[in-house]
């Protein structure tokens, strides 16, 4: 009973469009008729330039692509900068250690297990690694290639700087793809903004989509897909601006993906970036949101991206610290890896729980660390040598309370 132009612009869950060379569309088919896959052919490629819809063999309607596409309308929203919040004075906070609990229970940081448990991770035998750490790897059989997937998503960060969080964003999902081993290929994205005919809203939405596209031009991997969800408010209120991003990265071997460090491992820190506590889960924690981010280097950032997936098949683990710092990566590692370490680190606030700048940590044997510095320096990525995995505590904290910590409700 639909319309013809209803049939056109109507919206529905799990709908896809496939341009298939004839050639190939019998095993294409076939491939959808063994998934038990609803298709149909709609339509083919000319060379009109023209879009044509045809309902019961009559016209109805005709527009040129180009209106579509590289001419398609466009206006200008108002947008009216947001000026930086002030950054708040941290009062008394505990000790390292009591933080670095504290940090790992909270609801943002603790375990998403009670999320992805409840389905079913090994779907068509191909999962080489699970969710849990940085991006899960599905192999693409029969090859030993394979996918690796992530999601990340900006908010608080977004909230100070829509521009910096809208770059992290990118960068962070490709860092966890790179962690597994992976060379990004690609990128999707949901933009979740409140109204953006407020001046206010329609700056963030274009900061945070300038922000992405930078951070893309310097990785040289595109936005492939995405959608957007506008007028997020409740009571006048918007949410954060929050750009969301999934990156799905190849796997040359998935043998080679790391599975976390072992007794005497190096553990190295890679650097770009300088953190901040501006907008960290330590400064949400232990008082109020605030304060000016340091400027991303979006070219240091995608040279620590290409150097972590050429050193993962070395490694025996490799980790970005992302939210709650370096502390908690660190935790994170050990936890997964069922492994403590001995780690020198500075006991700077700063150093231990910043966030933004890009970091992560790597854990090799002996004899893969001279490699994994020689790609480094191929990279111009600053690595230093912070200790060796091994023991039963990390940061002065035992292991099975960090566990307990981040399993808390899980």
Avoid at 32 to 50: C, K, P, Q, S, Y
Avoid at 125 to 141: E, I, N, Q, W
Avoid at 291 to 307: H, I
Wanted: charged share 25%; hydrophobic share 40%.
């Amino acid at each position: 009973g639909m319309e013809p132009w209803e049939v056109m612009i109507s919206e529905s869950q799990e709908r896809m469009v496939a341009m298939v060379r004839p050639q190939m569309l019998e095993a294409v088919v076939e491939v959808l008729d063994r998934w038990e896959l609803g298709h149909a052919v709609i339509g083919g490629v000319t060379w009109t330039g023209e879009l044509r819809a045809f309902w019961q063999g009559d016209v109805v309607g005709t527009i040129p692509a180009r209106l579509l596409t590289e001419e398609c309308p466009r206006y200008q929203v108002e947008r009216r900068p947001r000026p930086p919040a002030p950054l708040p004075e941290i009062p008394a906070v505990p000790t390292m250690g009591e933080a670095l609990l504290e940090l790992i229970g909270s609801p943002n940081l603790r375990s998403r297990e009670f999320v992805y448990r409840r389905y079913d991770q090994l779907v068509g035998s191909r999962t080489v690694r699970r969710p849990g750490l940085d991006a899960a790897v599905l192999r693409l059989r029969p090859s030993l290639r394979g996918l690796a997937v992530s999601l990340d998503g900006q908010g608080r960060i977004a909230g100070l700087d829509p521009f910096t969080g809208g770059a992290l964003a990118i960068l962070e999902a490709a860092r966890n793809v790179a962690c597994a081993g992976g060379e990004p290929l690609g990128f999707t994205d949901c933009l979740n903004f409140g109204n953006p005919e407020k001046p206010e809203v329609g700056w963030e939405l274009s900061e945070a989509i300038e922000g992405m596209a930078v951070a893309c031009e310097a990785l040289g991997v595109p936005v492939v897909s995405g959608n957007v969800s506008l007028y997020n408010e409740t009571n006048g209120r918007a949410i954060h601006p929050t750009p969301v991003v999934g990156a799905v990265g190849l796997v040359e071997d998935v043998r080679l993906v790391p599975k976390g460090w072992k007794d005497g491992d190096s553990l190295l820190l890679a650097s770009a970036s300088p953190v901040t506590l501006a907008g960290s889960e330590y400064q949400a924690r232990f008082a109020e949101t605030g304060g000016s981010l340091e400027p991303l280097d979006v070219e240091a950032e995608a040279r620590l991206v290409s150097f972590l997936w050429r050193a993962a098949p070395h490694c025996s683990l490799v980790h970005d610290a992302a939210e709650g710092g370096l502390a908690v990566c660190l935790a994170e590692a050990a936890i997964f890896s069922g492994n403590g370490a001995e780690v020198t680190l500075e006991e700077d606030v700063r150093e231990l729980f910043g966030e933004v700048g890009g970091r992560a940590v790597l854990a090799c044997a002996p004899e893969h660390r001279d490699e994994i510095l020689r790609l480094a320096g191929e990279h111009s990525v600053p690595v230093r040598e912070i200790g060796l995995a091994g023991g039963a505590t990390l940061l002065g904290v035992e292991l099975t309370r960090l566990r307990g910590a981040w399993e808390r409700n899980s």
